[in-house]
């Protein structure tokens, strides 16, 4: 009996023993190294697309629901998803999240309760910055954080506009400015919405109460008819998804700081350089376009209608046909982290037309989304080098515009196909260039490449920012000129 009960303890040993080894081997850690990606990616990833199942929930059981269980629905999902990725590092984000709902509530609709929001949590977010900072790319608390810093300042510039007088806003700040007086369910819900707290999109507490209030559909009374342009936006992200997940292996940064790159013959190290400029940016592509299938499917994409039709871009990040066909910078910039960029043309950029300067406005903006992205110099070449060929751009775009001889030039139908193939080149070359800093990093990385090559980007910007006045000079006839003055 007692050989026979030993035996069956063995028997019950080795089974665990068997069982412990397959929950490793399933274990997320295993999965990822299987997948050549990192486990915070994978829980990243995993977090990404909950969101489907989620809004599939919510769409059937709480989307005409009383306000405050669809706000804890947000809260509780929210907080679980940022514990599943970052344990107890959520508390980074409850605690500015309480802060700043004290501050809306002990400060009011004062210019005092913006400054000391912006002051607060761009504060907390560099100091997140400064104590969790490496050499690499690393998914931490602060990832998720930055998205919610500017969905806080957001917060207290519309509650602040709330305060005046209607014929005192713009009509773009009478849509956001918040009337009400927001509770701390309502921020909160606000704050986690499963579907963008982790990498955006931006949206408005107006925007989202008006999904908690059930206006957000094409079809009043009903759950939204979103799930077919959802799917489409799905779709797209798994085709990037796929592509950077066979390409990544054999296209990294990691290869610029290699012998072999520099041994390489200067065309190449250019045309590496251009083509992984293109292509590093399709994990933002994936992840926008996940999320913003989310955020379709919830209703909170829903912008109206156009010609009888409904409109799902309200949370659209990605313009992808732009993307992929524009040839100019500022195509890039308008159809890449779209909602990003609203959101600092509308709390910064034009909050500093006192200032009387277009440039500087645009300069101080641009400065602020390099401290936003974080503290290494990368960040503040990147978004000068977006700054110097944004003018040189509109400086080229007017002399050929205002040149009867360069305009004759480029209007011949014959050669459209050459200029497109010049201008792509020139695009994604120095698209390349300028990104190449931001995903390195710090200064002894970025500087080894861009002494690769020269600095190419900054030599041939800089000359024509020089140049190129002389020459418009030169064959804009005076009457032109004058015209323009006109």
């Known amino acids: 009996m007692a050989s026979a009960a030993e035996g069956d303890v063995g028997t019950v040993a080795e089974l665990a023993t068997v069982l412990r080894w397959g929950f490793q081997e399933l274990s997320l850690n295993k999965l990822a190294a299987s997948l050549g990606a990192t486990e915070q990616a994978l829980r990243l990833i995993i977090s990404i697309f909950l969101g489907y199942p989620l809004a599939l929930f919510y769409r059937h059981y709480l989307f005409y629901k009383d306000s405050y269980l669809i706000h804890l629905f947000h809260t509780f999902t929210g907080l679980s998803i940022m514990y599943f990725n970052f344990g107890n590092q959520l ?14 509530r002990l400060m009011g609709r004062t210019i005092t309760a913006v400054l000391t929001t ?35 300042i957001g ?5 602040f506009d709330g305060g005046k007088e209607q014929n005192s806003l713009s009509s773009e700040q009478q849509k956001y400015a918040i009337r009400g007086v927001p509770s701390l369910l309502e921020v909160a819900g606000f704050s986690y919405f499963y579907g963008a707290f982790l990498v955006g999109p931006q949206f408005s507490m107006n925007h989202y109460m008006k999904l908690v209030q059930g206006q957000l559909t094409d079809i009043p ?30 296209i990294t940064e990691e290869y610029f ?9 200067f065309w190449f190290r250019c045309m590496y350089m251009l083509v992984w400029g293109k292509f590093v940016l399709y994990k933002y592509v ?13 209703g909170l994409g829903f912008n109206n209608f156009e010609n009888g039709k409904a409109k799902w871009d309200a949370c659209a990040n990605m313009k992808v046909w732009l993307f992929e066909t524009n040839p100019r910078f500022t195509g890039t910039i308008a159809s890449f982290n779209i909602n990003t960029n609203a959101w600092v043309a ?16 645009q300069g101080l903006s641009l400065l602020f989304l390099a401290l936003w992205h974080g503290l290494h110099s990368g960040y503040l070449i990147c978004f000068q080098m977006e700054f110097l060929i944004v003018i040189v751009e509109r400086q080229a775009a007017s002399l050929i515009r205002e040149s009867p001889t360069l305009s004759n030039l480029a209007s011949i139908t014959v050669l459209q196909p050459f200029y497109y193939l ?33 600095f190419l980007g900054h030599v041939f910007f800089l000359s024509l920012l020089f140049i190129l006045p002389y020459v418009h000079k030169a064959m804009v006839p005076r009457k032109e000129k004058l015209k323009k003055m006109e």
């Not at 999240?97 to 809306?104: A, G, H, R």
């Not at 342009?229 to 085709?239: F, H, I, M, N, Q």
């Open 91 to 104: 508390y980074h984000s409850l605690l500015c999240v309480v802060l700043q709902f004290l501050i809306l």
């Open 346 to 361: 509308r709390y910064i950029f034009k909050r500093l037309k006192f200032l009387g300067n277009k440039e500087l406005s």
């Open 422 to 454: 010049v201008q792509q080149t020139i695009h994604w070359l120095f698209m390349g260039y300028s990104m190449t800093a931001f995903c390195l990093f710090t200064w002894d990385k970025w500087l080894k490449v861009y002494k690769s090559i020269y």
């Open 118 to 152: 912006f002051c607060f949590q761009m504060a907390y977010l560099l100091a997140g910055y400064y104590y969790t900072a490496t050499g690499n790319y690393d998914i931490k608390w602060t990832m998720p954080h930055c998205v919610l810093t500017l969905k806080l």
């Open 155 to 159: 917060l207290a510039v519309d509650y």
């Open 257 to 265: 700081l290699t012998e072999d790159y520099d041994s390489r013959p």
């Open 221 to 250: 009374g009903k759950i939204p008819n979103s799930t077919k342009p959802a799917l489409k936006r799905l779709s797209l992200g798994l085709v990037y998804l796929v592509g950077y997940t066979l390409l990544s292996p054999h």
């Open 286 to 298: 994936t992840c926008w376009l996940v999320t913003e299938g989310v955020c379709i499917l919830t």
